[in-house]
């Protein structure tokens, strides 16, 4: 069997073997993805009991927020759908050897970051000014919500400010031409990004719209 | 502190075995696929010449039988099918591929072209930027149905979540590569989101308090 | 300690220590960070243990004696419990892993040297949140912290507690990373799945069994965290939270957590046995894959622990899961079993922790599954029966299977051998300790004595008395370990590059090994477990003419005056 395996190894890999071989950083994001599914996980699990214990008070949260306060939400979100569009633009530019190109993205994408955390906290603000607090507060009339919307959406955003902050790490190291050979760094980067994407994809609907 | 390391004289570098005999010595076995048979006879047979009036005590009649049951057992039909049901799981595993031994050479990959194939027509953007459309319709139809549906929560609840999961879907298929990439990577993600699922529906069916 | 090393003639196995100093500083070597991993736990479990003996002093009467009052006793078996769980036994698997797994897969290093040393900074500080927490008044809700207890009852502490709890779980995560990754990816080209050392295999289920439940354990405590300092009312069944939800997430957590506290022990026995047995491994597929078994089924099984609790409908199929469980564990024990059988078994200090650990954890085990009967389990829960059991899982588990750990590659680690007559009393003293301790716990809980009280009905005391007084000889009995550590590393007799004749590769290079682990790339034999055939032994007496005799073992391998001759003509 050894034998086998030592050929096996020698031989010239083709395209089609490289593509599914198994690269040890990108196979460390993926564990670490695993992970932070299974956090948000119980974050999310104590939202939907309460959807579903207490529809009336998410009705009373929607209808305060108001057509306008779901508008300002949807287009944060397209805020972030935007910015993993450019993070793999960007990537497409430093895979064909591009450094520049995938720079200016990676302008894009920080700043999206950035442009998202702040409306995030405009809507915080406005929130809070309703009455939906973290603690609890048995006097509002949307006692209870605000913790389970704080709690997930909250660590959610916490998860962007360290991605903006990553994106300027692999925005430095790509100006010096840490990635012009090996793209892997800029990759892992963009998993975790989209990750952080499609988390918020899930808590937009389930919070907001259902 | 690798100067410490003694190193071996010249002399013990002569006696020691050079790599290819090592390989030679070391590649040279491959452990029995079966285990021995014949066990439960040559116990009974050691036992009774250890004993002194050649009868075996319960005890070895025990053990002996049991041994010998365990050996018959090897070739019915079901230990057959557990055996090649573990082979199966063993050679699965076998054949997940390993590290790559050089960066990746990412160019000429069909997500790098400019234009995109779909249904047979040619579209001048790339598929990320297609995926992005994608992505940017189906949030605009979730807002929507979200208005006009927002009585009717038996049809909305699950439209809506469906159309999550197919934002998601595509984000982790198109934007994550794993459209191309390892099918390790798949099972790691889904594995916890089947566990993280299961625990979710555990907590949903429980009645709180 | 680098002038300890003394050459000796034709000993070309025997290499200098890492300085002193080394240990104390960042550093990204796997065998540094191993050792710091190791030595670390180690203390946190005296400070433990020391816990656990103020708890037996205090039970020697039925009334408060030793302690002020009921929350400080409290205090000692919280502690205890999670110092034991979170900073001993979790930690020493993951030192151990990480001194052996790239030597035993040929590898230089881990796949991640620089995560790996962040992941064991972690550990220190959590340790200290938790020792800080007497200053401030520890924690009081038992490991398990149920609200409403560590919610509004438990005095700051809690919150510390929960802070460190935090730390040891992203170390586990980060450390769980790398060792997949590690085993996945770092393995030399002739070394298959199927050809790893066992404690790879058992290392990699637990690693995917800490990346997945883990998890769980850190999403519950940042909630708890919020109750505590943020007025959120998560678990506050008064305003609208739930009390169950913790007890379910933490349990989703903390059964495969068992699991990852038992696995690498398992791991350590399939090594020790085989090698200790001279014999081929019995059933080496079925022995790896039961660790996958085991990390999957670890899954389903969780509201066993919450039987009191749980409403009736769901008890039965947590009960039917939970002896299924059972059965990947009998698995092993039958192929530890058939190992031994018929082998010529060396009882020296590493194989009578191993063979002690078989017949504790056997007890332990079915102990287990008398619980997992919800008829059984609702008389026993929280009794002393439950007690019994877990300390026969983890400390005649876990503990023994460390205490073999620690014997058998001491000599790798340091390169001294451990003295074999202070090991030999070590774990005459542990067993007899033990048994002691734990056995007439049995008794006293199916009588009804409840866990966790320092006042109880006076019928109980002679049995308590006799616990305590074990369980002092117990916890000396750990000193005979700590003094001949002490001694070994001073003036130990010197081991050799591979003094029990192993076939893994951590034994084909040096003791202790080099920076770079291997000279050149690492042949490995193709069946780890080959012992016995005239091939191993072809390929030992190669090895031995690289790196020299080990002098460590000659008293093993010479035969006893008036013993019979050697059974077998390739004894190796």
Known sequence: MSQVAVEQHHHEMSAEEKARSIDNQKFAMWLFIASETVIFSTMIVAYIVFRIQEPEIVKGVHEALGLS???????NSFLLLTSSWAMVMGLREIQRGNRAGMIRWFWLVAGLGVAFLAIQYYEYVQMASKGITLYHDPSSEFAGFGMRFYAPTAFHGAHVFAGVLWCLLVMRRASKGVYDKNSVGVEIFGLYWHYVDIVWVLLFTLIYLI | MADDNKKPTSEEQENAVTDDELKQIAGDVSPPDEYPEGQADALEEALEEASDDGELTAVEEGVTSALRATEEAQDTAPVQAFDS???????????IPGAPEEPQDAHAQPHLSDTTVLFGREFPYSIYTMVFFALGALTIIEVL????????????????????TAKSALVV????????????????????????????????????? | MATASYPMDGVAGQVKRPALAEYFTWSIDHKIIGVQYIVTSLFFFIIAGALAMLIRWELMTPEITVMADGSQYNTLFSIHGTMMIFTWIVPFWAGLGNYLIPLMLGAKDMAFPWL???????????GFLLILGFFIGPAEAGWTSYPPLSTIYSPDGQTL???????????????AINFIVTIKNMRPPSMGWFQMPLFAWATLATSIIVVLATPFLAGALTLLLL??????????????????LWQNIFWFYSHPAVYIMILPGFGVLSEVLAIHS?????????????????????????????????QPELRIPFMITSMIIAVPTGIKIFGWLGTIWGGRIRLNSANLFSLGFLSLFVIGGISGVMLAAVPVNIHMHDTYFVVSHFHFVLYGGSVFAIYSALYHWWPKITGRMLDERLGKIHFVTTYIGFLGTFMPQHIVGMQGMPRRVAVYDPQFQDLNVLISLFSFLLGISTFFLLYNMVVSTVAGRVAGANPWRALTLEWQTTSPPPAYNFAGEPVPFEDPYGYGTDASKAYLDAMESRFGPSPGAEEERRPPSGALPEPQPAGD
């Open chain 3, 278 to 310: 001279r014999k081929p491994i019995f059933g080496y597929r079925m022995i790896a894959l039961s660790s996958m078994a085991i990390a999957i089924v670890g899954f389903t099984v969780w509201a066993h622990h919450m039987f009191t609790s749980l």
């Open chain 1, 69 to 75: 306060g779901i508008l300002l939400v949807t287009f």
């Open chain 2, 173 to 209: 298929i198109f934007y994550m590569h794993l459209n191309h990439d390892s099918r390790v990577f798949a099972v790691t993600f889904l594995v916890p989101v089947g566990i993280a699922l299961l625990s979710v529906l555990f907590l949903l069916g429980i009645p709180a308090n």
């Open chain 3, 227 to 244: 109750d505590r300092v943020a007025g959120t009312t998560f678990f506050d069944a008064t305003s609208g939270g739930d009390v169950l």
């Open chain 2, 145 to 164: 149905m979200a208005e006009l549906l927002a009585s009717v929560e038996i049809i909305k609840i699950p439209l809506l979540l469906s159309i999550a």
């Open chain 3, 161 to 175: 507690w929960a802070l460190s709890i935090h730390l040891v779980g992203l170390s586990s995560i980060l450390g």
């Open chain 2, 85 to 95: 049901a573990v082979s199966g799981i063993q050679s699965a595993i076998e054949s």
């Open chain 3, 116 to 126: 790996n040393a962040f992941a064991f900074w972690l550990l220190p500080p959590s």
